[in-house]
Nanobody, 128 residues
Framework: DVQLQASGGGLVQAGKSLRLSCAAS????????IGWFRQAPGKEREGVSC??????????WYGDSVKGRFTISSDFTKNMFYLEMNSLKPEDTAVYYC???????????????????WGKGTLVTVSS
């Protein structure tokens, strides 16, 4: 089974940075997408960023609210994925999750179809 575990959350002041990690294992498919999502209290889960093994660093997606501030990176050889979050704002406060799905050669476009596997989230709290 595919297993994902996000870590690295914590309490940080506005304007500071935080780096989240996602450890993945159990992939049985050749190509897959990894996405970062977040869910704030009382709100729906929203996509933050996505990448895929098909596109590598050449294909990434970011939600409008984090463009220019967050950076997704990946080490597909080690199945480790990261989300570098800079210039954090109080509205970034949420539980952050990493998810995965086979990309069937679609690359990062496969992220639009949703994730098949989810890990437990990590809480990020940004104080003003």
């Amino acid at each position: 089974d595919v297993q994902l575990q996000a870590s690295g959350g914590g309490l940080v002041q506005a304007g500071k940075s935080l780096r989240l990690s996602c450890a993945a294992s159990g992939f049985t498919f050749n190509a897959y997408a990894i996405g970062w999502f977040r869910q704030a209290p009382g709100k729906e889960r929203e996509g933050v960023s996505c990448t895929s093994s098909t596109d590598g660093d050449g294909g990434t997606w970011y939600g409008d609210s984090v463009k220019g501030r967050f950076t997704i990176s990946s080490d597909f050889t080690k199945n480790m994925f990261y989300l570098e979050m800079n210039s954090l704002k109080p509205e970034d406060t949420a539980v952050y999750y990493c998810g995965s799905r086979p990309d069937y050669g679609l690359g990062v476009s496969s992220c639009y179809y949703g994730m098949n596997y989810w890990g437990k989230g990590t809480l990020v709290t940004v104080s003003s």
